[in-house]
């Protein structure tokens, strides 16, 4: 569910019915990320919106001026993947991508304790920990990892 353009599917209802939809077909997670509108990427959504969406025109004037990377949201920058985590939450799955794990592979163990790291590390973003804590599980996942791919 990447990216979700505010403004055409950032609401309540949308997110849910959407979780709710994916949980209930039997899958295991909902990835969900805000919008970036960089340069080219800009350019091209604003033309867009202008032929196809006026509504959210102004908007998205507003939320991403010329030079800006992503939207700038009043929950603050994480406050849709917030909200796609209390879904998940809510309906059973997870928010984040399960690592694939290869039968038989000597580094799976490996891979499954990166992968917690990492994850640990987006849910302290999206709750704005301090930076220190987000960036030692970063590391920690980033050495787990790198670890384990040195084996041979």
Known sequence: ??????????????????????????????????LTLAEQQRDFTMRELAEHF??????????????????VHSGGLYAIGRRVRELCLRYAISDRMPCPIIPGDKRALNNLI???????????KLENAAGQRVWAYRKAAQAVGVWSMSWS
Not at 114 to 124: I, P, R, S, V
């Open 54 to 71: 006026l509504d959210p025109l102004p908007l998205y004037e507003q939320l991403c001026p010329a030079g800006s990377y992503s939207a």
């Open 1 to 34: 569910m990447m990216p979700i353009p505010p403004g055409l599917c950032d609401t309540d209802e949308y997110l849910e019915a959407t979780t709710c939809c994916t949980a209930n077909h039997g899958r295991t997670f909902v990835l969900g990320g805000g």
């Open 114 to 124: 990166a992968e917690a790291l990492a994850n640990q590390c987006y849910w302290l």
